[in-house]
């Protein structure tokens, strides 16, 4: 039996859950990021990313800015470090490395430019993974393109927590 034969009253109640799940966040506070007061709004465009140095650092910049869009109004700084390893994952019998997973982390602090308040700071955490199976070329390329992923993922990471931040706005 399919969901289609048990007729109209399923999804009746589903739409009724999911009414009163919209109610309940309604009432206990939540905005939508977006929404007329979210955090999505106030960080859009207000962010001056300090780019740190190295080009992984760098890279991790150009994510974050890519997720804020260019400053054309900026209102707050963020600022980050950032530290990578590798390690080894997949070791033959002959002790040759088939794959390592580059792990990564960084800390992050937004403050307003003005005043020089922290607004808030963390710490996120990543792993990327890259196969070293092919010639050194083929192996470099590949760990580049780790540490490029890397990069997003710590930007969505930090990004995310920002828009979590209860308060925010300019």
Same mark, same amino acid.
């Given at each position: 039996?399919?969901?289609?034969?048990?007729?109209?009253?399923?999804?009746?109640?589903?739409?009724?859950?999911?009414?009163?799940?919209?109610?309940?966040?309604?009432?206990?506070?939540?905005?939508?990021? &977006?929404?007329?007061?979210?955090?999505?709004?106030?960080?859009?465009?207000?962010?001056?990313?300090?780019?740190s140095g190295g080009i992984y650092g760098f890279?991790?910049?150009?994510?974050?800015?890519?997720?804020?869009?260019?400053?054309?109004?900026?209102?707050?700084r963020l600022s980050y470090t950032l530290s990578t390893r590798s390690e080894r994952?997949?070791?033959?019998?002959?002790?040759?490395?088939?794959? &390592?997973?580059?792990?990564?982390?960084?800390? &992050?602090?937004?403050?307003?430019?003005?005043?020089?308040?922290?607004?808030?700071?963390?710490?996120?955490?990543?792993?990327?993974?890259?196969?070293?199976?092919?010639?050194?070329?083929?192996?470099?390329?590949?760990?580049?393109?780790?540490?490029?992923?890397?990069?997003?993922?710590?930007?969505?990471?930090?990004?995310?927590?920002?828009?979590?931040?209860?308060?925010?706005?300019?």
């Open positions: 039996m399919s969901w289609s034969d048990r007729g109209p009253v399923p999804r009746r109640r589903a739409l009724g859950v999911l009414l009163g799940l919209t109610l309940t966040a309604a009432g206990c506070g939540f905005t939508p990021v &977006y929404g007329p007061d979210g955090t999505g709004r106030a960080l859009n465009g207000s962010v001056e990313v300090a780019v890279s991790l910049g150009q994510a974050l800015q890519n997720r804020f869009g260019p400053p054309t109004d900026p209102y707050f994952v997949a070791i033959t019998t002959a002790q040759s490395t088939n794959r &390592y997973n580059l792990i990564g982390r960084s800390n &992050y602090q937004l403050v307003v430019l003005a005043t020089g308040d922290v607004v808030t700071s963390g710490t996120v955490d990543g792993f990327s993974s890259y196969s070293a199976t092919g010639s050194s070329v083929a192996t470099r390329a590949a760990s580049r393109d780790a540490y490029e992923r890397l990069s997003v993922i710590l930007s969505d990471k930090i990004v995310a927590r920002l828009q979590a931040t209860p308060g925010l706005t300019r």
